[in-house]
């Protein structure tokens, strides 16, 4: 099994900066790729960016696409999402998942370990 946890979440003014962090543990090698998602209220979980565990390659949203940025630190098994340039409509729990596939897969049947999610809220 694989284990997340995310933390950094919280409550930031629109235009702000915001960081999430992700710690995977457990069986790591059975890790790929990971991916943070999100779901906002009355909204179905979505895919906000992903990247390969090894290759360090990235594929994000179209609506986060040059405000936020995904890193990892592999010696740390930590995976970062940086959110920068904050809107309201990026108020969300924000959760972040392991995949098997290789690659930077970008929906949520290719994840298979989640974590139990960070809230973040955006204030106008």
């Known amino acids: 099994q694989v284990q997340l946890a995310e933390s950094g979440g919280g409550l930031v003014q629109a235009g702000g900066s915001l960081s999430v962090s992700c710690v995977v543990s457990g069986r790591t090698f059975l890790t790929d790729a990971v991916g943070w998602f999100r779901r906002a209220p009355g909204k179905e979980r979505e895919f906000v960016a992903s990247?390969?565990?090894?290759?360090?390659?990235?594929a994000y949203a179209d609506s986060v696409k040059g405000r936020f940025t995904i890193s990892r630190d592999n010696r740390k098994n930590t995976v970062y999402l940086q959110m920068n340039t904050l809107k309201p409509e990026d108020t969300a729990v924000y959760y972040c998942?392991?995949?098997?596939?290789?690659?930077?897969?970008?929906?949520?049947?290719?994840?298979?370990?989640w974590g139990q999610g960070t809230q973040v809220t955006v204030s106008s």
């Open positions: 998942a392991a995949s098997r596939r290789a690659g930077i897969p970008d929906t949520i049947d290719d994840y298979a370990y």
């Open positions: 990247i390969n565990w090894s290759l360090g390659y990235t």
